[in-house]
T-cell receptor, first 109, second 115 residues
Framework: DAKTTQPNSMESNEEEPVHLPCNHS???????IHWYRQLPSQGPEYVIH???SNVNNRMASLAIAEDRKSSTLILHRATLRDAAVYYC??????????FGPGTRLSVLP | GAVVSQHPSRVICKSGTSVKIECRSL??????MFWYRQFPKKSLMLMAT?????????EQGVEKDKFLINHASLTLSTLTVTSAHPEDSSFYIC???????????FGPGTRLLVL
């Protein structure tokens, strides 16, 4: 079973920021928090990952709660191309990815 | 960097035939690759873990004699669906493990339709 909980779907307006939440209350100290997204008919695309500190890259930012029991993926300005299913995955060394249902993000023009 | 390709992108075959899908890491070497299957409106399900130079590890319920995996080099893993049947029609996706923090990079997927 996936160790994370995400809302089934979210909507955003184009050009506005989007905050995608993920709860992982049973996270262990060595679990990395990974985010991937999957556009229709494509393989998942790596977005960002982190362990304890907040992370930024050209695609997004990852805000990790101090107790690490939740995290938020932040898209600073949503575009129509950001419409996808976003997966939050916990992974420790040597473990396999377990994909939950993810959050389906719709971006409205 | 970290690009993974798959070939073919889509294939249609007759029931009873075998289909081979290739997964390549283009700009890095991958000791470990993974094969997933995704049915419509569903999430990805791990089928097997492919390790270079050794036998693949299959997930529970996945028939190893039906889904043959070969990982003969550090940049290529192949999945062969043997004696394909209509229920094998699905979206097959591979990934390759890169870096030390368990990041996987995924291929674009192969859509298989068995008639």
């Amino acid at each position: 079973d996936a160790k994370t909980t995400q809302p089934n779907s979210m909507e955003s307006n184009e050009e506005e920021p989007v905050h995608l939440p993920c709860n992982h209350s049973t996270i262990s100290g060595t679990d990395y928090i990974h985010w991937y997204r999957q556009l229709p008919s494509q393989g998942p695309e790596y977005v960002i990952h982190g362990l304890t500190s907040n992370v930024n890259n050209r695609m997004a930012s990852l805000a990790i709660a101090e107790d690490r029991k939740s995290s938020t993926l932040i898209l600073h300005r949503a575009t129509l191309r950001d419409a996808a299913v976003y997966y939050c995955i916990l992974i420790d060394y040597g473990q396999n990815f377990v994909f939950g249902p993810g959050t389906r993000l719709s971006v409205l023009p | 960097g970290a690009v993974v390709s798959q070939h073919p992108s889509r294939v249609i075959c007759k029931s009873g035939t075998s289909v081979k899908i290739e997964c390549r890491s283009l700009d890095f070497q991958a000791t470990t690759m993974f094969w997933y299957r995704q049915f419509p409106k569903k999430s990805l399900m791990l089928m097997a873990t492919s390790n270079e130079g050794s036998k693949a590890t299959y997930e529970q319920g996945v028939e190893k004699d039906k889904f043959l995996i070969n990982h003969a080099s550090l940049t290529l893993s192949t999945l062969t669906v043997t004696s394909a049947h209509p229920e094998d029609s699905s979206f097959y996706i591979c990934s390759a493990l890169a870096g030390s923090q368990e990041t996987q990079y995924f291929g674009p997927g192969t859509r298989l339709l068995v008639l």
